[in-house]
């Protein structure tokens, strides 16, 4: 059964930094993604990044996040900066199998002074 792993989260304050990953339990073809879920909201898009390294981001992360992978490795992250109390949520990893979507389990960013 494939799956996907997410770790990096946590508590940080406002300005401050994190890094996500996510690790496949194997090979993944096309896009990898990151999602998030705030309570309340539905969930969203933030960044996604194809197998040769083009990436979209949602506006409201621009210029301040960063999503890269390391394809031998299995592997994606999310480098976040500049945080905002705005992007409290869940951070999930999404990619498709063929045609099944496989969702991570997903990780907490909590950002508050």
């Known amino acids: 059964q494939v799956q996907l792993v997410e770790s990096g989260g946590g508590s940080v304050q406002p300005g401050g930094s994190l890094r996500l990953s996510c690790e496949a339990s194997t090979t993944v073809f096309g896009v990898m993604s990151w999602y998030r879920q705030a309570p309340g909201k539905q969930r969203e898009l933030v960044a996604d990044i194809t197998t040769g390294g083009t990436t979209g981001y949602a506006d409201s992360v621009k210029g301040r996040f960063a999503i890269s992978r390391h394809n031998t490795k299995n592997m994606i992250y999310l480098h976040m900066s500049d945080l905002e109390p705005e992007d409290s949520a869940v951070y999930y990893c999404?990619?498709?199998?063929?045609?099944?979507?496989?969702w991570g389990r997903g990780t907490q960013v909590a950002v508050s002074s």
């Open positions: 999404h990619a498709t199998f063929g045609v099944m979507p496989v």
